[in-house]
Protein backbone atom coordinates (compact mmCIF):
# COMPACT_ATOMS: atom_id res chain seq x y z
CA UNK A 1 0.00 0.00 0.00
CA UNK A 2 1.17 3.17 -1.05
CA UNK A 3 1.58 6.05 1.89
CA UNK A 4 3.16 3.50 3.91
CA UNK A 5 3.69 4.81 7.95
CA UNK A 6 1.16 7.68 6.67
CA UNK A 7 -1.98 5.47 6.74
CA UNK A 8 -0.94 4.18 10.09
CA UNK A 9 -1.04 7.22 11.65
CA UNK A 10 3.33 7.29 11.85
CA UNK A 11 3.72 10.93 10.38
CA UNK A 12 3.24 12.59 6.51
CA UNK A 13 3.99 11.38 3.20
CA UNK A 14 4.50 13.08 -0.32
CA UNK A 15 2.31 11.09 -2.85
CA UNK A 16 0.42 11.91 -5.89
CA UNK A 17 -2.98 13.11 -5.44
CA UNK A 18 -4.61 9.86 -6.96
CA UNK A 19 -3.41 7.83 -3.43
CA UNK A 20 -4.52 10.70 -1.91
CA UNK A 21 -8.05 10.69 -3.23
CA UNK A 22 -8.22 7.13 -2.84
CA UNK A 23 -9.72 7.94 0.80
CA UNK A 24 -7.17 6.83 3.42
CA UNK A 25 -5.19 9.71 3.88
CA UNK A 26 -6.05 13.46 4.04
CA UNK A 27 -3.71 17.17 2.44
CA UNK A 28 -1.78 18.74 5.38
CA UNK A 29 0.08 21.42 3.30
CA UNK A 30 -2.29 22.17 1.04
CA UNK A 31 -0.17 25.06 -0.06
CA UNK A 32 3.42 22.98 -0.28
CA UNK A 33 4.67 21.24 -3.73
CA UNK A 34 7.62 18.98 -3.73
CA UNK A 35 10.18 19.93 -5.92
CA UNK A 36 10.32 17.23 -9.04
CA UNK A 37 12.49 14.31 -8.91
CA UNK A 38 13.95 13.12 -12.06
CA UNK A 39 13.14 9.27 -13.13
CA UNK A 40 15.61 7.59 -15.11
CA UNK A 41 15.34 4.08 -17.54
CA UNK A 42 18.54 1.99 -17.07
CA UNK A 43 18.82 -0.84 -19.67
CA UNK A 44 21.51 -3.39 -20.57
CA UNK A 45 21.80 -2.30 -24.13
CA UNK A 46 20.26 -0.11 -26.50
CA UNK A 47 18.38 -2.58 -28.53
CA UNK A 48 15.68 -3.03 -26.35
CA UNK A 49 12.62 -5.81 -27.09
CA UNK A 50 9.61 -3.22 -28.32
CA UNK A 51 7.18 -4.07 -25.37
CA UNK A 52 10.43 -2.22 -23.25
CA UNK A 53 10.52 0.77 -25.58
CA UNK A 54 6.52 1.37 -24.90
CA UNK A 55 7.39 0.87 -21.11
CA UNK A 56 9.57 3.68 -21.58
CA UNK A 57 6.98 5.83 -23.67
CA UNK A 58 3.98 5.22 -21.41
CA UNK A 59 6.43 6.56 -18.25
CA UNK A 60 7.77 9.10 -20.22
CA UNK A 61 4.06 10.52 -21.24
CA UNK A 62 2.99 9.63 -17.42
CA UNK A 63 5.69 11.63 -15.59
CA UNK A 64 5.82 14.09 -17.91
CA UNK A 65 2.51 15.80 -16.13
Same mark, same amino acid.
Do not use: S
Given at each position: ?????? #????????????? *???? =????????????? *?? *???? #?? #??? =??? $???? +??? +??????? $?
Amino acid at each position: MNGGAA #TLDFGIAVLADEI *VAAG =LLCRVLADWQAPP *VP *VYAV #TE #TRL =LPA $KTQR +FIE +FLREHLA $K
